[in-house]
Nanobody
Framework: QSQFVESGGGLVQPGGSLKLSCEAS????????VGWFRQVPGKDHEGVSC????????YYIDSLKGRFTTSRDNAKNTVYLQMSGLKPEDTARYFC?????????????WGQGTQVTVSP
């Protein structure tokens, strides 16, 4: 069972913004780097970003740089993904996890994720 719960997704028009939240159970968040991933049906989980326990960030997709920002609030056990300038190709289900990388093909700890749909 996933230790993370994602929220904040929804339907938004192109150019719009959303802020996703990833809440962790207990006090685990302080110890881990946390990655955001996205998945479209039939494809692997694609890495969006990573934030270390000290706040260092990495973004894996060139087209997202400057539009997406990840941050964390360890006191709230929460990691965020602020998304702006959304495009239809950003439509996907977004997940967070205590791992980072540009792509994940095999991992059994995914939560429910949160759906982001960008459409006029």
């Amino acid at each position: 069972q996933s230790q993370f719960v994602e929220s904040g997704g929804g339907l938004v028009q192109p150019g719009g913004s959303l802020k996703l939240s990833c809440e962790a159970s207990g006090s685990l968040l302080n110890h881990y780097a946390v990655g955001w991933f996205r998945q479209v049906p039939g494809k692997d989980h694609e890495g969006v970003s990573c934030i270390t326990n000290r706040g260092g960030t990495t973004y894996y997709i060139d087209s997202l740089k400057g539009r997406f920002t990840t941050s964390r609030d360890n006191a709230k056990n929460t990691v965020y993904l602020q998304m702006s300038g959304l495009k239809p190709e950003d439509t996907a289900r977004y997940f967070c996890a205590a791992l980072c990388g540009p792509i994940v093909r095999s991992y059994g700890g995914w939560g429910q994720g949160t759906q982001v749909t960008v459409s006029p």
